[in-house]
């Protein structure tokens, strides 16, 4: 029942997730945070098969840390997306894979631009203007089909974003009440109470 | 008994030594010079080659592959050219190993590999001759002129014993240091590519032996970057392209020597 959404525009990034843990029809938690930071510019919404949501995103995020130490910089988000893909991938083939479902924000200090990868259990990657995951998407992609613009300010990206959880909260059964919603910028990543 | 520490190339001597990476950086001081100049827009190798005379068939050279055919200059990764000095079966070995890890890097993480960090993966392969017992170490030291998004251009060297440093103008091989004590006076920091060619092969001229420089004793490389996609590209000059470059430069041969060039 996980919903994120996630939108570029100019010079920025904004992943938005909903903060249910669920247990079977019970609500278990509603402040749980489904975005990881993984570095100073880039975070990760993810969702799908709760434990191995959790799991993943502390694998990754720990070796996007190590190849910090290491290599003296970070990953670039491409790069981080290539790796990321291929972890899945390596881990579909395995005797028990991963399912979980991402979006990849991230801010590229080296050309300046924003980027928003969408990624899968199966191990499909794409790079995207904005991407959703869950059944919020049934409702989010046609949204920002229309209102999705590229050279957008950061409060007009937010503001296409508040349509889409609009949306869902509108028509959806099982509406999800709260969300975090995280920005990346050239400034890193924070949250904004939304 | 002086010789008592002289085989094992893991055992210090009393004196705190490894005698082995001393006699190996030894071998490379008698192999033929590489010079690199990092330049604002690229960066310039050249090399001087050893093996030479006119019964050897350079065939294979005068065509030349992308990834150069000559003796000394090698195309490492589209974003990485090497230029080697020391004992060239080990080179060969070494420039395998590099491509094999540019090669891994892209398959990881789907990047051309970060220039520093290629150097880092010869040197703690290096580095491990310098400490696992009955092995010799490499006897060769590279130079590696990239460029990655992280830092542009750079030029790396590194020697037998696994240590590598940065820097805007160096040389190894045979009289290297007198080509380094040229290249600190001639240095300039905002220096352009064409005047590091300039540069590159007035150095060049003056510590090699012969009067005049000539494709069979000279290899040429720049990397520099496509005005069209801003992507890395190198150049290693086939030998016709050397000859024609010396000449430009004032440096080739007279004219009644002109059979001898390969064009």
């Known amino acids: 029942m996980d919903v994120s959404f996630a939108i570029t525009g100019k010079g920025y990034v904004i992943l938005a997730a909903d903060t249910t843990a669920a247990h079977s029809i019970l609500k278990v938690k509603l402040d749980e945070d489904k975005i990881k930071e993984l570095s100073p510019h880039l975070a990760m919404a993810y969702s799908g098969e709760p434990g191995d949501t959790v799991q993943f995103a502390e694998y990754v995020e720990r070796n996007i840390r190590l190849y910090q130490i290491r290599n003296l910089y970070p990953l670039r988000p491409a790069s981080a997306a290539s790796w990321i893909r291929r972890s899945l991938a390596d881990s579909l083939r395995s005797r028990k894979p991963y399912s979980v479902n991402l979006l990849l924000g991230g801010y590229d200090t080296n050309t300046h631009t924003p980027h928003l990868y969408w990624m899968d259990y199966l191990g499909t990657l794409t790079e995207v203007p904005f991407g959703a995951h869950g059944y919020g998407s049934y409702f989010a992609l046609s949204l920002l089909d229309r209102y999705h613009d590229p050279e957008a300010p950061l409060e007009e990206g937010l503001a296409v974003l508040r349509r889409c959880i609009d949306e869902v909260a509108k028509r959806l059964i099982v509406a999800q009440p709260k969300y975090k919603v995280k920005v990346i910028d050239k400034d890193g990543v924070r949250e904004i109470e939304f | ?263």
């Open chain 2, 1 to 263: 008994m002086a010789r008592r520490y002289d085989s094992r190339t893991t055992i210090f001597s009393p004196e705190g030594r490894l005698y082995q990476i001393e006699y190996a950086m030894e071998a490379i001081s008698h192999a033929g010079t590489v010079l690199g100049v990092l330049a604002k827009d690229g960066i310039v190798l050249a090399a001087e080659k050893k093996v030479t005379g006119k019964l050897l068939d350079l065939s294979g050279a005068r065509e030349g592959g992308y990834g150069g055919s000559g003796e000394k200059i090698f195309l490492l990764n589209s974003n990485v050219i090497g230029g080697v000095a020391g004992i060239t079966a080990d080179a060969n070995s070494l420039v395998n190993y590099a491509r094999s890890a540019a090669q891994r890097h892209l398959f990881l993480y789907n990047e051309d590999i970060p220039v520093e960090l290629l150097a880092q993966r010869l040197c703690d392969l290096k580095q491990g001759y310098t400490q696992y017992g009955g092995l010799r170490p490499f006897g060769v030291s590279l130079l590696y002129a990239g460029y990655d998004p992280h830092y542009q251009f750079q030029l790396y060297h590194s020697d037998p014993s696994g240590n590598y440093s940065g820097w805007k103008a160096t040389s190894i091989g045979a009289n290297n240091g007198t080509a380094q004590s040229l290249l600190k006076q001639e240095y300039k920091d905002d220096i352009g590519i064409d005047d590091a060619i300039d540069l590159v092969l007035r150095v060049m001229s003056k510590t090699m032996d012969s009067t005049t420089l000539g494709s069979e004793k000279l290899e040429f490389a720049t990397l520099t970057l496509d005005p069209a996609t801003q992507k890395p590209k190198a150049k290693i000059y086939r030998p016709a392209e050397v000859d024609a470059l010396l000449q430009k430069q004032g440096l080739g041969k007279k004219d009644e020597d002109a059979e001898m060039k390969t064009s």
